[in-house]
């Protein structure tokens, strides 16, 4: 199983990013697919979660409405819509699949 995240980087507050997820080694259309997030001395929290066929979607509080997440199973990737960035979104980004691997994570940067 490999995950590998793209797409982190340093963006302005109220600046847009779209991190992705490239899956390989399992049918990644059989599997719900996570989001996390970790900041600096902070635990690791999930951000969105979306099931095998995109039918259910859920969202940490903290980032409703300005987040989305989205798949596309022909591809074998994941996405994450990000607007409306805020410092409190900083820190690192993990892909996770619902067989429990983890990518190696994208720094995401939100700074003036």
């Known amino acids: 199983v490999q995950l590998v995240e793209s797409g982190g980087g340093l963006v302005q507050p109220g600046g847009s990013l779209r991190l992705s997820c490239a899956a390989s080694?399992?049918?990644?259309?059989?599997?719900?697919m996570s989001w996390y997030r970790q900041a600096p001395g902070k635990e690791r929290e999930l951000v969105a979660h979306?099931?095998?066929?995109?039918?259910?979607?859920k969202y940490a509080d903290s980032v409703k409405g300005r987040f989305t997440i989205s798949r596309d199973n022909s591809k074998n990737t994941v996405s994450l819509q990000m607007n409306s960035l805020k410092p409190d979104d900083t820190g690192v980004y993990y892909c996770?699949?619902?067989?429990?691997?983890w990518g190696q994570g994208t720094q995401v940067t939100v700074s003036s």
């Open positions: 080694g399992f049918t990644f259309s059989n599997y719900g």
């Open positions: 979306i099931s095998f066929a995109g039918v259910i979607i």
């Open positions: 996770k699949s619902g067989g429990g691997s």
